[in-house]
């Protein structure tokens, strides 16, 4: 049941709200995710490192939009997995860049990936099984609704973006 906007602020508490609870559990998870793998890495580098490895050899616009980040910000961090070492950023023609795992970086994420597992239990584990694959379902389903619904400008940027980069 879906309530009317005028009747939402009335009727929700701020703790049922899914803007504040979809924050909440980003804090989870984040939390969860240094106290399984550190501080040396973030969850976006992370996220980096296993779309390169899945996608060597990607440019930077692509991988921005493979996990879903601005160019800059994508670019900004390339640069500082760069200079740790972890990955190799190419320059192409048009100014692209094409990213590749490093050596180191293929050894960094070869030690992250045992702890995965732990990762997913510390966030899931008091769901129940039916619930957790439920859970996930409708997460996807979230995301992939509301990416789908990008107003066509802003895709049209991303592409353009990606021509340009």
């Keep these: 049941m879906t309530l009317p906007t005028a009747e939402l ?6 703790h049922d709200e899914p803007g504040h609870l ?5 804090q989870i998870a984040v ?8 501080r ?3 969850p976006i580098q992370y996220a980096i490192l296993r779309t390169l490895q899945q996608s060597p050899g990607i440019d930077q616009v692509t991988l921005a939009d493979l996990i879903a980040l601005d160019t800059s910000t ?22 692209q860049r094409r990213l590749s795992l490093t050596a180191e970086g293929e050894e960094v994420l ?3 990936l045992p702890g995965v597992g732990h990762h997913y239990d ?16 409708l997460l996807r389903k979230f995301v992939h609704l509301h990416d789908s619904q990008s107003p066509p400008e802003s895709r049209k940027t991303r592409a353009a973006e990606r021509d340009q980069a």
């Design 31 to 38: 939390s969860k995710f240094h106290e399984v793998h550190g």
């Design 22 to 26: 979809i924050r909440r559990a980003q």
């Design 110 to 112: 070869a030690e992250l």
């Design 40 to 42: 040396h890495i973030t």
């Design 9 to 14: 602020p009335r009727a929700t508490k701020l």
């Design 122 to 137: 510390g966030m899931m584990s008091s769901l129940e099984p039916d619930e957790q694959r439920e859970f996930l379902r």
């Design 74 to 95: 994508t670019a900004d961090i390339a640069a500082r997995l760069e200079t740790k070492g972890w990955i190799l950023r190419e320059v192409l023609p048009r100014r």
